[in-house]
C-alpha cells in the first residue's frame, strides 16, 4: 500500500480516523488555540481588504469561524462564511457548510487553510542508486521500497539530491490547492502552515520531516499508536509557492507568521482583547502574543491572487 493510502486509513476512516475522534489540544495545538488574537487579527486584515467571503478549509470544529464572525460582527462588516470540513463536526451557526468545492463554482473572496496542508495525506520518497524511488507501507508495520508507479508526479521531487534522502510530499495536497485555484474568481487564497524552502527542508530531515503527535510528544514512526496519533510532515514552501505561480497565481505575501501578525495589528488586537481585564488576565493574553510570534518559528503566512484580478 502507498503511504498516502496508509495515512487515509489512520487518519481520515469515518469510523475510526483520527481527525474524526480527536479534539485539538490532545496531542498538538494550533494558533487557533490562542484565544482570539490569531482569528481577530486576520478577520482585521480581511476587513481592511473589503473581504465579504471567506471559504475556511480545515475549520475543524470552527473555533476560527466564530472568532472572526464575532469580529465582523463587532466591526458592523457584512461576511458571508463557509466552511468545507473533511471529518465531521457540529455544525456552527451563521455557516453554511459544503461538501465540495464544486458546490461553490466561482468564488470572489478568501480561502484560508490553517495547518490544512499537512494534514492532506502524502507520499514518501527515497532516492536509492542514483534515482527517485517509493517507500510503501507492509502490513501497517512497515515500510519497502519500490519503483514509483506514476512516473509524471517525479518532476515534483528535487533534483541533484544525495543518496538515501528521504523527501516528503503530498501530491493529493497539490491537486487539492488545484482545484481551490480553479473556483477562485477573484480574490486571494491563504495558507498558513509549517515547513521551508526546499534547501532547508533537505538539509533539516535528510530522513524526511515525517512528525508524529501523541499526547504532545513528538516522534517520527507512523506505525505505533496506530489510528490514535496525529502524522504530519512539513511543507515545501519552494514547492507550493512555483506550483502556485504555474496556475497562475502571484504570491503577494509570504512572511513568517509572527512577523506577518505583527505587521497586521496582534498588538492592537491583544489591547482590544485585554480592555476591562484585571492585570494578571492582560499579562496572560500578551503572554500569549509572545507565544504566537516566537514559538511558531517555522510558520509561514503565504497569499497569493490570480494573475490579473
Ligand atoms: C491539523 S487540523 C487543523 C484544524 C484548524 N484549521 C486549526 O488550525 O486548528 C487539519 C484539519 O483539516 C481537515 N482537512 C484535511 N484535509 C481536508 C480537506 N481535503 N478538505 C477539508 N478539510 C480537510 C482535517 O479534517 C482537520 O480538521
Redesign the pocket.
Known amino acids: 500500500m502507498r503511504f498516502d493510502e496508509f495515512l487515509s486509513e489512520v487518519l481520515y476512516n469515518p469510523q475510526k480516523g483520527y481527525?474524526f475522534r480527536k479534539k485539538?489540544g490532545e496531542d498538538y495545538y494550533?494558533?487557533?488555540s490562542f484565544e482570539k488574537l490569531f482569528s481577530w487579527t486576520f478577520a482585521n486584515y480581511f476587513i481592511n481588504l473589503n473581504i465579504e467571503n471567506i471559504l475556511e478549509?480545515?475549520?475543524?470544529e470552527g473555533?476560527?469561524a466564530k472568532e472572526a464572525i464575532e469580529f465582523y460582527k463587532m466591526k458592523n462588516k457584512k461576511l458571508n462564511y463557509f466552511i468545507?470540513?473533511?471529518?465531521m463536526f457540529k455544525e456552527i451557526e451563521g455557516v453554511k457548510y459544503i461538501k465540495n468545492l464544486k458546490e461553490l463554482k466561482e468564488f470572489d473572496g478568501v480561502i484560508f487553510?490553517?495547518?490544512?496542508l499537512d494534514?492532506?495525506e502524502f507520499r514518501r520518497f527515497i532516492y536509492k542508486d542514483g534515482k527517485w524511488k517509493e517507500l510503501y507501507v507492509r502490513d501497517f508495520k512497515e515500510f519497502y521500497i519500490d519503483e514509483i508507479k506514476d512516473k509524471e508526479i517525479i518532476k515534483y521531487l528535487p533534483e541533484n539530491v544525495f543518496e538515501g534522502l528521504i523527501y516528503d510530499v503530498s501530491i493529493k495536497a497539490l491537486e487539492?490547492l488545484k482545484e481551490q485555484v480553479e473556483i477562485l474568481r477573484k480574490g486571494f487564497i491563504v495558507i498558513v502552515d509549517y515547513g521551508y524552502e526546499r534547501d532547508e527542508i533537505i538539509e533539516r530531515f535528510p530522513n524526511g520531516s515525517l512528525t508524529t503527535y501523541y499526547k504532545h510528544s513528538v516522534s517520527d514512526n507512523p506505525f505505533e499508536n496506530l489510528y490514535e496519533q496525529d502524522i504530519t510532515y512539513f511543507l515545501d514552501w519552494t514547492l507550493i509557492k512555483n506550483f502556485l505561480k504555474g496556475l497562475n497565481v502571484d504570491i503577494i505575501v509570504f512572511e513568517n507568521q509572527g512577523k506577518f501578525l505583527l505587521e497586521n495589528g496582534i498588538l492592537e488586537i491583544a489591547e482590544i482583547i485585554s480592555k476591562n481585564l484585571s492585570e494578571l488576565e492582560r499579562f496572560k493574553i500578551f503572554n500569549k502574543v509572545k507565544s504566537l510570534v516566537f514559538d511558531f518559528h517555522n510558520f509561514y503566512v503565504l497569499i497569493g491572487a490570480p494573475r490579473g484580478t
Not at 468545507?84 to 471529518?87: C, S, T, V
Not at 487553510?113 to 490544512?116: D, G, K, L, M
Open positions: 481527525y485539538i494550533t494558533s487557533i478549509i480545515g475549520a475543524n473555533y476560527f468545507l470540513e473533511r471529518a487553510q490553517n495547518e490544512v494534514a492532506i487539492f
